[in-house]
């Protein structure tokens, strides 16, 4: 089997994928701006309807994913997460931290992420790119993470795009995050910012 089947099955058993995933994530469309609103708490601009939602339990808050053509090393997902994987609430740290487990079932090996400060949501924040490769199943990954703070907590924003090790990365389909990134906002403060 190839990496790439195996991350979405994990992220299925994690809680992630299909037409039950729809309700799970309550999606509901928003006509009048071509916004959609996940938890009735997050709204944005939906993908193309080549990608489906990835389910909302786990490692992700809302999320999307597509395979692409006939071979299943060929995937593409990004999302949205309130709980990446670390502790510090220092975004170099974080992002060291997150890292150090972000697809860690897959036995990928990193390249050192090359990270920039950016602006997201109007907030301060850091995103950082990397490579890396599992060649025992003969896969690569192009990552792109973001995080953010969302009042003392750390979020984060993801997009990762599997290849068979000879195949070169697409970036045109990160059209769609990006879009994603654009329209993203939160319809009200979350549980932690109103204690």
């Not at 692409?68 to 974080?94: M, V, W």
Request: proline share 6%; aromatic share 16%.
């Amino acid at each position: 089997m190839k990496i790439p089947f195996l991350f979405l099955l994990l992220l299925f058993l994690q809680g992630c994928a299909g037409t039950s995933a729809e309700k799970n994530n309550e999606l509901d469309p928003i006509s009048k701006n071509d916004l959609m609103v996940s938890q009735k708490e997050y709204a944005f601009t939906p993908p193309s309807e080549k990608w489906r939602p990835l389910p909302t339990e786990g490692d992700i808050t809302v999320g999307f994913y597509m395979t692409e053509g006939k071979n299943i090393s060929n995937q593409t997902s990004f999302a949205y997460h309130e709980e990446p994987y670390g502790y510090s609430r220092n975004l170099g740290q974080r992002m060291g931290e997150f890292y150090k487990r972000f697809l860690w079932a897959s036995r990928v090996t990193w390249e050192t992420p090359r990270t920039r400060g950016i602006n997201i949501l109007g907030r301060e924040g850091l995103e950082a790119t990397a490579i890396g490769t599992d060649p025992v199943q003969g896969n690569k990954v192009f990552s792109r993470v973001i995080f953010t703070h969302r009042g003392e907590r750390i979020v984060a924003f993801y997009f990762t795009q599997w290849r068979d090790i000879k195949d070169p990365f697409d970036s045109s389909v990160e059209a769609e995050f990006q879009k994603f990134l654009n329209s993203f906002h939160f319809l009200k403060p979350s549980f932690y910012e109103e204690l």
